[in-house]
């Protein structure tokens, strides 16, 4: 059996399109979105990370504001530079990109945000409405692995999904959602003992552990979705997950690729936040 790779870029496109549509929609109601990413500090990784975001929403017509701040930025100027993008009615999204410099707080950062605005779906109000189901902002990254998932047209219905990873804003949220798809859902983490034996009983299986070869193909039930959420370097330095992709896709009906596949998406859910959360001013207004 060879896997059929589920395209996040092909995905990605279709998405975007529609984003874009909407977005000149809105404007044309005179309400362009807009999205707000505060970078603090100089990691190499975060700067592309926002690069990418920004240039993505650009070219989809949504109107950007990168801030970037000095890793001497105190707790109180970074909220008070939330606070202001908060009152900013031509902002409908607020993304402060983590990690965050020593010394600051990522929790009171994020709960900071006004959870209008919170469209990275981090937030212990996000949080909350997912766990009970309520309308709001989810996660981009695992709303965009459901996004995949559903792509491939499989029905998660009483289906068992495991989980490898149990991290606020990949791991628990990508169970909650898979849940709510009526998925049967088992977590694992670094503590689960003997992983392959949950692993091989999954239809489903999202790996997102941020180490390699986590997952091999001798862990896989034949026939089992593979969702690779995880971003490594192999011994060359290339781009690779968490799954050993070239056994993997030997056993499993279908598979993520890394980069390629969830990657993508995550951006992608990002600007479709945005664009719900515009929505949503405009009804108010």
Do not use: W
């Not at 044309?28 to 807009?34: N, Q, S």
């Not at 006004?114 to 009970?132: I, M, N, Q, R």
């Not at 490594?232 to 290339?238: I, Y």
């Amino acid at each position: 059996m060879t896997a059929q790779i589920i395209d996040g870029i092909a995905l990605s496109r279709t998405l975007r399109a529609q984003v874009a549509a909407d977005a000149a929609r809105l404007q044309a109601a005179g309400h362009r979105p807009g999205l707000a990413v505060l970078l603090v500090g100089d990691d190499p990784a975060s700067q592309v990370y926002v690069r990418n975001k920004v240039r993505a929403c650009e070219e989809a017509g949504l109107h950007s504001v990168l801030e970037r701040h000095p890793a001497s930025l105190t707790q109180a100027a970074l909220l008070e530079r939330i606070a202001a993008l908060n009152a900013d009615p031509a902002i409908h999204g607020i993304l402060v990109q983590m990690p965050l410099p020593a010394g600051l707080d990522p929790h009171r950062v994020i709960e900071a945000i006004d959870p209008a605005k919170d469209v990275d779906g981090y937030s212990t109000l996000s949080a909350g409405e997912l766990l009970t189901g309520l309308p709001g902002f989810r996660p981009c990254t695992p709303l965009g692995c459901m996004k995949l998932l559903h792509s491939t047209g499989v029905d998660l219905r009483g289906l068992h999904a495991v989980v490898i990873g149990r991290s606020n804003t990949v791991g628990k949220p990508m169970g909650l959602m898979l849940l709510q798809a009526h998925a049967t859902v088992t977590l694992c983490h670094s503590a689960t003992r003997d992983l392959a034996a949950h692993t091989r009983q999954a239809d489903v299986v999202v790996a997102a552990v941020g180490r390699r070869h986590t997952l091999t193909a001798d862990m896989v039930k034949p026939g089992a979705i593979v969702i690779d959420v995880g971003i490594n370097r192999d011994d060359a330095g290339k781009l690779c997950g968490d799954v050993d992709f070239a056994g993997v896709s030997q056993v499993a009906s279908a598979i993520t690729p890394v980069p390629g596949g969830v990657g993508p998406m995550t951006i992608t859910v990002l600007l479709m936040n945005t664009i719900e959360s515009a929505q949503r001013a405009l009804a108010r207004a």
